[in-house]
């Protein structure tokens, strides 16, 4: 596996996660911006704080620290930890919420860019089983003309087929051409192409690109 496709396996797999101890630190920020603690009052020990968000003192240890650095709350030995600053913790919050709101627009770009590419591959699976059916159906029934119809704006209208050198200037051969309601068959070269014939010819795979541009050369 290569450098780049690991990149894109990783990105594909990969949703962005705070860290434990940081959504701890969020959580006591936005309570003591909802003011359900006041400046200076005394928040839970470590101990009771791992306990009620379930994790181990370590991780207590430094949610409480991202706070003391933020200067939100002021921890020292035998005081326990004090609310300290309203404003810095709204600050917190905001930024917070702001990397946040990054973060789920990456996510969904992400998850936006995936199924872009899935269609994209199905896409392409489905235009591989068209060409290759097309193919298919043409190597088995070689003889399906193309047709196309005449129009006052060629130049090879009132014009018979010996005059304009068909076969020789396209590689196809007219086996027919319909006329109202009627149909020539195998048209000799005296038959002459007429506003509103529909022509029908047969060729190889670039007959009808080379057809359309000796009819219609403007």
């Known amino acids: 596996m290569t450098k780049g496709s690991l990149s894109m396996n990783l990105e594909k797999n990969v949703q962005v996660k705070q860290p434990k101890y940081q959504q701890i630190a969020v959580d006591l920020a936005s309570k003591i911006v909802e003011k359900k603690y006041q400046i200076g009052d005394k928040i839970y020990a470590r101990s009771s704080l791992a306990s009620q968000y379930n994790v181990s003192a370590e991780t207590a240890r430094r949610a409480i620290a991202v706070l003391q650095d933020l200067e939100i709350v002021e921890a020292s030995k035998g005081s326990g930890v004090i609310i300290k600053s309203y404003e810095m ?3 917190f919050v905001r930024q917070f919420q702001d990397v946040q709101s990054v973060h789920e627009l990456q996510n969904e770009l992400l998850i936006s860019i995936q199924k872009q590419q899935q269609e994209l591959l199905h896409l392409q699976e489905k235009t591989k089983q068209l060409i290759s059916r097309t193919e298919h159906f043409r190597s088995v029934n070689p003889f399906i003309p193309y047709q196309i119809e005449m129009t006052a704006d060629s130049p090879c209208i009132h014009h018979t087929l010996q005059e304009l050198n ?24 005296y038959a002459s192409i007429e ?4 022509i029908y010819f047969i060729g190889n795979d670039e007959s009808l690109g080379r057809v359309q541009s000796f009819l219609y050369p403007n």
């Not at 506003?195 to 529909?198: F, H, R, T």
């Open 89 to 91: 913790a709204a600050r």
């Open 166 to 189: 068909f076969w020789q200037n396209t590689s196809s051969t007219i086996v027919g051409i319909r006329r109202g309601n009627e149909l020539l068959l195998s048209p000799g070269p």
């Open 195 to 198: 506003e509103g014939d529909i």
